[in-house]
């Protein structure tokens, strides 16, 4: 079984500053991690995912995120935030292709001007 | 890149009426579709998998007698809410996935049962 634990339920940070959403995932086989946004009653944008390939992702939007088996976490940066940034975050793991993906409970991500 | 289109966005019903939506892949063929439920300010709980032509698989909890998904083609996945009530009313937002690409979500429709 598979799991992910997103760490702060609310992060808020100043415009132009560095973004860190942290997630962990638990799986019993290698994962396939994702990182998704959502925008208010709207559906979930693809920022990134990590297929065991590179374990540095670069994602949409100047984000990215990095594999860490050691540490099973997947967090995701950006090193400066807009105010487009603003938005619910969503890490998400799955224990093989096309399986159904399991989510995190969410980051709200807060820009201050 | 492959989108997915779902109708209605929105949409308010009577209590005890029934109401369906349509999840389409415009740009190639999703072998397995989700069916998420999101409440306000919290994630998404799975609420089916459908593979084309098979019976959907319905997590524990959901009503599959409530929720009739249907999924007769690679391309139309529909989610029918059956004699609906105000507990129902929520988000739900479909994902498709293609083999070995991923999963891409539609934009969601807004469900108010009065």
């Known amino acids: 079984a598979q799991s992910v634990t997103q760490l702060g339920s609310h992060v808020s940070v100043s415009e132009g500053a560095l973004v860190l959403l942290r997630c962990n995932y638990s799986?019993?086989?290698?994962?396939?991690l994702f990182w998704y946004v959502q925008y208010p009653n709207q559906g979930l944008q693809l920022l990134l995912k990590?297929?065991?390939?590179?374990?540095l992702v670069k994602g949409i939007n100047g984000f990215e995120a990095e594999f860490k088996k050691s540490e099973t976490s997947f967090h995701l940066t950006k090193p400066s935030a807009h105010m487009s940034d603003a938005a619910e975050y969503f890490c998400?793991?799955?224990?093989?292709?096309?399986?159904?993906?399991?989510f995190g409970t969410g980051t709200r991500l807060t820009i201050i001007p | 890149g492959a989108v997915v289109s779902q109708h209605p966005s929105w949409v308010i019903c009577k209590s005890g009426t029934s109401v369906k939506i349509e999840c389409r892949s415009l740009?190639?063929?999703?072998?397995?579709m989700f069916w998420y439920r999101q409440f306000p300010k919290q994630s998404l709980m799975l609420m089916a998998t459908?593979?084309?032509?098979?019976?959907?698989?319905?997590e524990q909890g959901v009503e599959k007698d409530k929720f009739l998904i249907n999924h007769a083609s690679l391309t139309l996945s529909t989610l029918t809410v059956t004699s609906a009530h105000p507990e129902d009313s929520s988000f739900y937002i479909c994902?498709?996935?293609?083999?070995?690409?991923?999963?891409?979500f539609g934009s969601g429709t807004r469900l108010t049962v009065v």
């Open positions: 740009d190639f063929q999703a072998t397995t």
């Open positions: 990590y297929t065991s390939a590179a374990t």
């Open positions: 459908s593979n084309e032509g098979s019976k959907a698989t319905y």
């Open positions: 994902s498709a996935s293609w083999d070995g690409h991923g999963y891409t």
């Open positions: 998400a793991v799955s224990g093989e292709r096309n399986e159904k993906l399991t």
């Open positions: 799986s019993s086989v290698p994962p396939y």
